[in-house]
């Protein structure tokens, strides 16, 4: 699988670090996850939480929806800020105020 250091957002938690990477293959897990097209995900916490999931658990597969609970319950407007950074520097989202 390529990646693409650039595109990786690190958080970390306690002593820990996580990296936070989208690719086509975390937006799809995402949508069948949720049962519905990434166009139509709102600011439901079933909604963010699947997107940090989905995020991390490209380069930590061990990773468990519980244990993103936890990480996310550390500093909640964190991660999700971290987790729309990371889709912007993957090409997914569109990066505002740049020249």
Not at 1 to 30: C, F, H, S, W
């Amino acid at each position: 699988m390529y990646v693409n250091p650039d595109a990786i957002v690190k958080i970390t938690v306690g002593d820990k670090e996580y990296q936070l990477y989208y690719n086509n293959r975390a937006l799809r897990e995402l949508e069948k996850k949720l049962g519905k097209p990434i166009s139509e995900i709102k600011g439901s916490i079933t909604d963010l939480t699947m997107l940090v999931w989905a995020g991390l658990k490209i380069l930590q597969p061990q990773l468990s929806e519980e244990e993103v609970d936890d990480i996310i319950s550390h500093n909640p407007t964190e991660i999700f800020n971290k987790a729309v950074e990371a889709l912007k520097k993957a090409g997914y989202l569109e990066q505002t105020g740049q020249t």
